[in-house]
Every structure is written in C-alpha cells, then in structure tokens.
C-alpha cells in the first residue's frame, strides 16, 4: 500500500488562514514522531504535491487527513470529496472545517457585498472597478477560477467526517496527544475513539478550567473590556460585565484568554450536547441580567453592539440558521 | 399569487398560565386561526433560544413565546429570564436579515382565553403581511447537527 510501508499522512487547507498549519508545526520535535511513523504524501503548505498526484492515490490509501478550513469555493469542495474518498480517517480539524470560523461571518453578507468590500473597498485601489473572472481567454489558452459559493459550508455539511478537533486554531499539545493515540492505533496499541467524536477536547466548558473566582452573577452593565480602568484579576469576567463565552464554549484550550486577562471568544466551539452555540449564549448572557424592566434590559443590552457577532463570531456556519439572509438569498433560492 | 399565504407560527405556552388560556379559548368556543401550532413547556423560563431559531429554520415563519404576566411566574421570576432573552434573540436574529416581528412575546394569565386569541389572530395577519420565510432547507451530507435534530424527531 506504501512505498516504504509506512501509513500515510496527509494535510489540507480549504477556506482559512495557515493557523492550523503553524500549529501543526508548534508540536517541535514531535513533528518528527509524524515523519518517523507517517509517510507524509500531501501537504500543499509544507511540500510539493499536486491535486492529480492525489488523485493517482488507491482510493482509502491514506490513513490520515487533517482537513482544515471551510468550503467556501468549488475547489474547497472538490478536495473535500478527494480526500474524503482516498482516506481512511478524516478529520475535521481547526474550527473552520468544525464550524466555520472566520471565514464563516462571510455568512453575514451576499457573494456581491463581499466583492464590493475587497476590490472596491476604502484599502483597495481600483478605478478601473477590474474584478475576477471565473472563465477568461487568453492566446495562450482558457484559464479559470474556481467558483465562489453563497455561503460557506463546514466540512461535514459537504462530506461525512469521521472526527472533529476544534480550536482556532487547535492547541498543540492536544495535536500532539491526538497524533501520539493514532501512532498507538496504528501499532495496536490503543483503539479509535466512537466515529463522529470531538477529540483533542474536553468535554465541559471554558468555565470549569477557569482558575477565577465564581459568584452568583448580576449583571448592570455590559462593557467592552477596553472600556474598564481596573480589571479585577482574580474574579469572573463576566461578573465584571466582560461578555466572556465561557459558559457555552467547549474546554480544551486550558483556558488561556480569561488566565490572561481577555475575555473567551469561543473559538473552541460549542461544548458538548450543545446544538446551537449562540442560543445557549443568549440564554447564559440573559440569565445573569439583572433587572426585570423591559427598557433598563434593553440598555443594558446595548452594551453588547453586536450581538450577531457575539455569538457567532466562530460558529455562524455551523449554526441553525448558518448564514443571514442576504447570504443565501444571493443562491436564488428566495 | 393566487392562494392566499397561510404562514406557519409556532407556539410556546407555559403551562401555568398560557396554555390554560389556550384551553379556555378552545372550551368557550373562541376562534382563532389555526395558523399556529402550540407546544406546552412547564413555564416560559424552559424557553431555550434554540428552540425559536431551530423553529425558523426548519420551516416556521414565525413563533411566538406566551408567558405569565410579569410578577406573576409560577416559578416566581422565569418569565423575566424569557423576557430577557426574547430581547436578546430579537437582536440577533436581525443582524441576521430576520424581522424581528416574526418572534413575538405575549403575556397571558389562565383567565385571558379571549386576549390570548385576539394576540395569536393578530399575529398571524402581521406575519401574513410579512410574507414566507422561506429559510433554507440546506443539503447536508452528514453534518452532525441534521443528525441531532433527526434522532429528536423520532424519539
């Protein structure tokens, strides 16, 4: 099956950023376990290979595929399906491909509105309004541009995937931990964990690792953590009117941003039996308001001036409603 | 168009209060359109979020939250978590490209057959006003959420 008997191991990026390659590579010598154990057969970002060469592949021939990114473009999409026919074990890995991430908020807004902001945007100079062509003819032959999708997809709304790793991106020592239980697998050592499971997670929330001090909350005023003179170390953001999304966020991170004095964003996604991540939010977020007169809520609520993004700044894709309506209006499926 | 638009409308009763009122109307034979469908929880409070955008996107074109009066909560202050969170929800689905008027929160004791009635007819004109909203029914390979929202059904 390999040339040189050794499983093989595989690496993409779809729609994001490299985080998840960097962290990959922030495991240090234990990248070397990953050579020693694995043959590494594609990893666009770390070496040369191309889509036929995977393509050439026995089908399932890879045992590992690290899928990072969501599908955003009909390329994405494509090599969503190819490595999902030519590996045994695929992971949705980083939060992108879990839930969609960054890229994800491009839910928020139609394919146009995007094009708009990038080519014709207060950064962007271009008087002569030049735009990208998907089909374009050239002497030298036709040249084309994978198609750009209305919305972004996670992974495992395109192909089915075998395990999720959250994180934006995920934490090393839990990469390394994962790739240490998957070379144990391979030498019979250890078993898989139940297909369609989190790993590289816990599985409570960002709050039952934070080290800060826990009280009955009630809150009077929600405020932009810039906008305090003195955050108190040791007791609970949220308490100190920092909308922190601890409470709906999965452990696993160690808890890193409230440790440092930040707030949890939510990049480690929504924990465990959770459906939608920011409805369990909202419910969080309303439950510690303290008051009961619908106009002393609704200004205390203007302390949060986005909630949309509050809530979903990592999950939008991966939500229940997934994209806002001018995202999915722009498919004409009005 | 033709047929006139019959809009689908969703509704959380509590059980103390809504929900009886619900039951009044239907005992003194009080009409209201059959646009809505009500499903029962123990009390407004047990209203989760998910719930109304799980609603939404699964083909509801409105939903409406009926609780006790304010002061008047069974479990003595859960309806003001429901009000707090409705505020919130309205918020967020609008930053979302939903008008904030397809979720509704309505206050009836178990006396007000006849409001809760008069509150669910109006409503149902309001979201006939708006129009379908028609929110995707996305194709899915094997996401897991599709797969939760499945075994739900069934059990």
């Known amino acids: 099956m390999t040339t040189n008997g050794k499983p093989k191991f595989a690496m993409y990026w779809a729609a994001s950023c490299g985080g998840c390659e960097i962290a990959v590579l922030n495991i240090h010598e234990k990248i070397l376990?990953?050579?020693?154990?694995?043959?590494?057969?594609?990893?666009?970002?770390?070496?040369?290979?191309?889509?036929?060469?995977?393509?050439?592949?026995?089908?399932k021939s890879i045992l590992l595929t690290l899928f990072n990114g969501g599908i955003r473009?009909?390329?994405?999409?494509?090599?969503?399906?190819?490595?999902?026919?030519?590996?045994?074990?695929?992971?949705?890995?980083?939060?992108?491909?879990?839930?969609?991430?960054?890229?994800?908020?491009?839910?928020?807004?139609?394919?146009?509105?995007?094009?708009?902001?990038?080519?014709?945007?207060?950064?962007?100079?271009?008087?002569?309004?030049?735009?990208?062509?998907?089909?374009y003819s050239m002497p030298e032959g036709d040249i084309h541009l994978p198609e750009f999708y209305p919305v972004l997809k996670t992974l495992d709304q395109v192909v089915p995937v075998d395990y999720y790793m959250p994180g934006c991106p995920p934490e090393s020592e839990q990469i390394a931990a994962v790739i240490d239980l998957v070379i144990q697998v391979v030498n019979g050592e250890a078993e898989l964990p139940p297909a369609g499971a989190t790993i590289g997670a816990g599985e409570t929330t960002v709050c039952d690792d934070c080290p800060r001090e826990?009280?009955?909350?009630?809150?009077?005023?929600?405020?932009?953590?810039?906008?305090?003179?003195h955050i108190d170390p040791d007791l609970c953001l949220l308490e100190q009117g920092i909308p922190c999304n601890g409470p709906a966020t999965r452990s696993g991170c160690g808890c890193l941003c409230p440790q440092a004095g930040a707030q949890c964003i939510g990049c480690y996604?929504?924990?465990?039996?959770?459906?939608?991540?920011?409805?369990?939010?909202?419910?969080?977020?309303?439950?510690?308001?303290?008051?009961?007169?619908?106009?002393?809520?609704?200004?205390?609520?203007?302390?949060?001036?986005?909630?949309?993004?509050?809530?979903?700044?990592?999950?939008?894709a991966g939500s229940l409603l997934r994209a806002g309506t001018p995202a999915w209006k722009s498919n004409g499926s009005d | 168009?033709?047929?006139?638009?019959?809009?689908?409308?969703?509704?959380?009763?509590?059980?103390?209060?809504?929900?009886?009122?619900?039951?009044?109307?239907?005992t003194?034979?009080?009409?209201?359109?059959?646009?809505?469908?009500?499903?029962?929880?123990?009390?407004?409070?047990?209203?989760?979020?998910?719930?109304?955008?799980?609603?939404?996107?699964?083909?509801?074109?409105?939903?409406m939250i009926t609780g006790c009066h304010p002061g008047e909560c069974h479990?003595?202050?859960?309806?003001?978590?429901?009000?707090?969170?409705?505020?919130?929800?309205?918020?967020?689905?609008?930053?979302?490209?939903?008008?904030?008027?397809?979720?509704?929160?309505?206050?009836?004791?178990?006396?007000?057959?006849?409001?809760?009635?008069?509150?669910?007819?109006?409503m149902v004109e309001e979201i006939r006003e708006l129009g379908p909203l028609n929110w995707p029914k996305w194709d899915t390979n094997g996401s897991k959420a599709s797969v939760a929202v499945q075994e739900e059904v069934t059990a």
Request: aromatic residues 10%.
């Open chain 1, 33 to 59: 376990d990953v050579d020693a154990n694995f043959e590494v057969v594609f990893w666009p970002v770390a070496m040369d290979a191309k889509y036929k060469d995977v393509e050439a592949m026995p089908d």
């Open chain 2, 28 to 63: 003194a034979r009080i009409k209201y359109p059959p646009n809505i469908r009500l499903i029962r929880l123990m009390c407004s409070g047990r209203l989760d979020p998910t719930f109304v955008l799980k609603a939404l996107a699964g083909g509801a074109d409105g939903v």
């Open chain 1, 269 to 316: 996604g929504p924990a465990e039996g959770v459906i939608d991540y920011g409805a369990r939010l909202m419910t969080a977020f309303a439950s510690v308001i303290d008051s009961n007169d619908p106009d002393e809520i609704e200004a205390i609520l203007d302390g949060i001036p986005d909630p949309a993004g509050q809530f979903y700044r990592f999950n939008l």
């Open chain 2, 75 to 122: 479990y003595l202050e859960q309806n003001y978590k429901a009000l707090r969170r409705y505020l919130l929800l309205r918020r967020t689905i609008a930053q979302m490209g939903v008008d904030p008027g397809r979720v509704k929160l309505v206050w009836a004791s178990a006396a007000e057959g006849v409001h809760l009635a008069e509150e669910i007819t109006n």
């Open chain 1, 73 to 135: 473009t009909s390329e994405n999409e494509e090599l969503a399906h190819l490595m999902r026919r030519k590996s045994q074990i695929l992971v949705a890995f980083g939060s992108c491909a879990t839930e969609g991430c960054i890229p994800g908020l491009g839910n928020f807004s139609s394919p146009e509105e995007i094009f708009e902001a990038v080519y014709e945007g207060v950064s962007t100079e271009n008087p002569e309004h030049y735009r990208p062509q998907y089909n």
């Open chain 2, 1 to 26: 168009m033709t047929e006139k638009f019959e809009p689908v409308i969703i509704g959380f009763t509590c059980n103390w209060c809504s929900y009886r009122a619900a039951d009044l109307a239907g």
């Open chain 1, 214 to 229: 826990r009280n009955v909350k009630s809150i009077k005023k929600f405020v932009r953590i810039q906008e305090l003179e």
